[in-house]
């Protein structure tokens, strides 16, 4: 009789963990693949618990994120994103150093990041050295120094130098830069903004939409 009740009770939490293994809300045919398949809007007013990031020693890594994909199939799925598991996050931050290049000229390093999936920015450049040799008569001949990142052939490239003057001495100098490479997936990058000055030393620049 025990046996008998002990079979009823597990054949009916199966048959209960069945009927309920795929619920849908707003449609009658739940995606396969998933047990709760939402078609609407999500409301939670109560018994939702947030908490607050703390300031002190909270480092990026030790946070997730939920993130609602467009691109899914079907559209809608939710992704996690869990730094300490992940080679890149979305921000990045990489210090690099150049030795051993002839005069000041850094002319095109090939950084190996693809240009569809990262931005990449140049922050916190260090110059140390001998100096560039100005020209001309007087002193405001200093040339024309570059620091920028920029695209070619699908990758992000390096250049740092001065395009008009060198160095006093070759191989002498030493570049300390900080790259910040940012994963596109997380950023919308926004239209490109000229500024006319005409001719004048104040202007007036239109704000991005919905900045």
Known sequence: MIFMRLY?????LLLTQLGFSQVGIGTKTPTPG????????????????????SSNGTQLSNVEFLFRLLNSQ?????????????????INIINYTFTNFPLDNVQDVD???????????????RYEGVPIVKGGTGYLDIGNFVTRTFIENGTWHLEMRNR???????????YHVTLIVYDRKYFKELPKITVDFREGINATTTKPVGL
Not at 8 to 12: G, N, V, Y
Not at 76 to 84: H, Q, Y
Not at 168 to 174: G, L, P, V
Request: no cysteine; proline share 3%; charged share 20%.
């Open 111 to 125: 950084l190996q990041f693809d240009a569809s999936k990262y931005i990449v920015g140049l922050s916190n450049f």
């Open 34 to 53: 998933y047990e709760l398949d939402v078609n609407g809007s999500l409301l939670i007013q109560k018994n939702f618990k947030f908490n607050t990031i």
């Open 74 to 90: 079907p559209v809608g799925e939710v992704s996690r994103l869990d730094l300490k598991e992940s080679s890149v996050g979305p």
């Open 164 to 174: 008009s003057r060198d160095a006093e001495t070759s191989n002498a100098i030493t």
């Open 8 to 12: 009823i009770l597990i054949t009916s």
